[in-house]
């Protein structure tokens, strides 16, 4: 007879570990790829994957993306960047570069932290974490953020400041691009995420294995 908790699926947020040597490492679950031309989110409720929108212009992803189980962006998070007024109260965002084609979503990557992008999305915390695949060998020379080449750096930047434009030109753009960050930044971030998680979600359901 098998445990009743092997016929269930874990929730990607609250059931999946934030990964053994986390900050360092983490598992990312990617909600995203880069040939996605619709925005996948997950439902918070469920934990499948939902059908957001179609991506706000022309551009697509340029990483693979999504987000850390067990973080929430919280005053822990808001407090490391600058002009914040609170946390954007979801879990933390993650863009993990590959140097293969990975196509498929609802996945968990082993992503090694090199740095990250600060962001104000209507004057709440949004980080966005920036990690390369751990076991890729192309980039096991990037230790940080700036090492990775500049092209691809400017390429994640501009998406991310620009990716909630209105292109019909009706609305402001709501994201503030503050600046990036190397590796150790981007750890302090993790950790604060983790703390807020704990704090928002303790006892049984924030606890870590």
């Not at 179609?54 to 962006?73: D, H, K, N, V, W």
């Not at 090199?114 to 192309?138: F, H, R, T």
């Amino acid at each position: 007879m098998p445990k009743s908790f092997d016929r269930f699926r874990a929730h990607p947020w609250h059931g999946l570990p934030t990964g053994d040597q986390a900050p360092e490492i983490v598992d990312a679950y990617i909600e995203i790829t880069p040939f996605d031309a619709v925005k996948y989110e997950i439902d918070k409720k469920t934990g499948y994957l939902r059908v957001d929108r179609p991506q706000g212009s022309s551009a697509l992803p340029p990483t693979l993306y999504g987000f850390i189980p067990r973080t929430y962006c919280g005053d822990r998070v808001a407090a490391l960047t600058p002009s914040a007024e609170i946390g954007d109260q979801d879990p933390l965002d993650i863009c993990v570069l590959s140097q293969q084609r990975i196509e498929r979503a609802e996945i968990v990557v082993p992503a090694r932290v090199v740095g990250g992008i600060q962001l104000l999305d209507d004057g709440e915390a949004d980080d966005k974490i920036v990690a390369l695949l751990a076991s890729d060998p192309v980039f096991a020379y990037a230790k940080e953020f700036k090492q990775l080449p500049e092209a691809v750096l400017n390429r994640i930047v501009h998406y991310f400041g620009t990716y909630k434009i209105d292109i019909a030109g009706e609305k402001p753009n709501p994201i503030e691009v503050v600046g990036t960050y190397g590796a150790e930044q981007a750890r302090a971030v993790i950790a604060a995420s983790i703390e807020d998680y704990d704090e928002m979600f303790g006892g049984s359901l924030g606890q870590r294995p």
